[in-house]
């Protein structure tokens, strides 16, 4: 009888496995039929939301359907996070993110609403967004050691804003390694905290080349240095923090996930697209324009990125001294 049993439930486990692969093929084919929402975790004028909507325009086009961009911005990317890990993984709600959401927020946020990693299906990476310091043009400095130079002569009189997790890491690295007191203002997202930079209200920001370069060439911020250990090739006339400040290297990665389980020819599909897109030299091209370094890869690609990004961001932020809020 109970051999029986076993069999009876190993015949209903291998129908319902089928079932479940006949009907993720099924969906897949037809799929999609309706508008696909991108939820992105930052405000519209974030690197993320400028590249996001480059990119989406032309998926919608080889999708068929529409892309709506829903911009949640708040608790670090925890609004927008929590709202696709509670969402369908029918494929028609996307979160388009960051380190800050999947790298960083674990060891930022003593709460946290979400996993970064058992929350959500890896669909595809879209490539990397390039920090650069920048500075207020009153600030009587041209280079990162000329900086340093004025915050150790006056102690606590400059500041940093932040409206990300690279943000908030970058200051606070830049400080222990100069060994500077900065104050740190934190902001919801990084337009209105750059804003405030711009305004003179805050003296320096670390942010994304996206959204900092326009008012770069406008001469409202003086940018003195990128993130990264190499200099980048879309600022190739940036020196690199590492020069003054060693052991400086910190970028931004982004990427498409989905909420958990999605079907696997349903992310099968919208990778293939996606990589199309990113890996167009003309979509390249204007993204390199927007400060982004495009690439792509798998999703098994992605997901291992995520857990390796997940350990360096514990070490850069346990490094840097930051305390979970």
Known sequence: MIERLRHYCCVVAAAAAALAAISGAALAQTYPTRNITLVLPFAAGSGTDTTTRLISKELGVALGVGMVIDNRAGANGSIAASYVARSAPDGYTLFVTTNTTHSANPYLL?????????????????????????????????????????????????????????AIVSGATFARLAGIDLLHVPYKSSPPALTDVIAGRVSMMFIDVPTGLPHVNAKALKALAVTTKRKSALLPELPTMDETVKGFDITSWQGYLGPANMPKDVVTKLNAEIRKVVERPDIKSQLAERGMEAFSGTPEEFEAFLKEQLVLWEKLITAAGIEKQ
């Open 110 to 166: 003593k709460n946290m609403s979400y996993d970064p990693l058992k929350d959500f299906t890896p669909i595809a990476r879209t490539g990397d967004l390039p920090f650069m310091l920048v500075i207020h043009p009153d600030i009587p400095a041209n280079s990162v050691a000329e900086l340093i130079a004025l915050a150790k002569k006056e102690p606590g009189k400059y500041s940093y804003a932040s409206g990300s997790s690279s």
